[in-house]
Antibody, heavy 123, light 110 residues
């Protein structure tokens, strides 16, 4: 059974950078079938996919148009986790952030989710 | 990329069946990669249906999915109190923003 454990701060100042990590157990970040995703949820924007990383002989990343100018998602194979870095945070980025796995064999869907990190952007 | 459109709320009595719709476009729902998620307050979403009609192992067969054109539907049969939750649809999108979600439907068991 795959489990995802998120960690990171819940409060970020405007213009600063959000950094979250998602530790994986029961699978590998280097899986040749899965992709590793970040998703956020807020009352104003609903559920919003932010981006993903995956390994297919080399590492790939893909990002949503809404954040692609300021987002980075990186794997850490030594710790079997992946991270989210979102720069230039504004109050509009206040949301509940989730990491999630798309296993790759169930269409385009997410079968495992982290517990969520509530992030507030405020000075 | 616009969100998929769902009704804000649907309600039913125990034992009844309810259906939630999810309307998109030819850039998303038209593909057969629609999934449905159940979310209880304070919890992460749980996948109930993937690839329009498929149930993951462990999900009750009271949950079923279908699609017609650019509208997908989730039907919950034999409604139970534990089904009270928020439900979201999701689809692959041919835009660079690969996954698009629905606006969400609150299901109330009367």
């Amino acid at each position: 059974q795959v489990q995802l454990q998120q960690s990171g701060p819940g409060l970020v100042k405007p213009s600063q950078t959000l950094s979250l990590t998602c530790a994986i157990s029961g699978d590998s970040v280097s899986s040749k079938t899965a992709t590793w995703n970040w998703i956020r949820q807020s009352p104003s924007r609903g559920l919003e996919w932010l981006g993903r990383t995956w390994y297919r002989s080399r590492w790939y990343t893909g990002y949503a148009d809404s954040v692609k100018s300021r987002i980075f998602i990186n794997p850490d194979t030594s710790k079997n986790l992946f991270s989210l870095q979102l720069n230039a945070m504004t109050p509009e980025d206040t949301a509940l952030y989730f990491c999630a796995r798309d296993p790759g064999d169930t269409g385009w869907s997410f079968d495992s989710w982290g517990q969520g990190t509530r992030v507030t952007v405020s000075s | 990329q616009s969100a998929l459109t769902q009704p804000a709320s649907v309600s039913g009595s125990p034992g009844q069946s309810i259906t939630i719709s999810c309307t998109g476009t030819s850039s998303d729902i038209a593909y057969n990669y629609v999934s449905w998620y159940q979310q209880h307050p304070g919890k992460a979403p749980k996948v109930m249906i993937f690839d329009v009609t498929n149930r993951p192992s462990g999900v009750s067969n009271r949950f079923s999915g279908s699609k017609s054109g650019n509208t997908a539907s989730l039907t919950i049969s034999g409604l139970q109190a534990e089904d009270e939750a928020d439900y979201f649809c999701s689809s692959y999108s041919s835009s660079t923003t690969l996954y698009v979600f629905g606006t969400g439907t609150k299901v109330t068991v009367l």
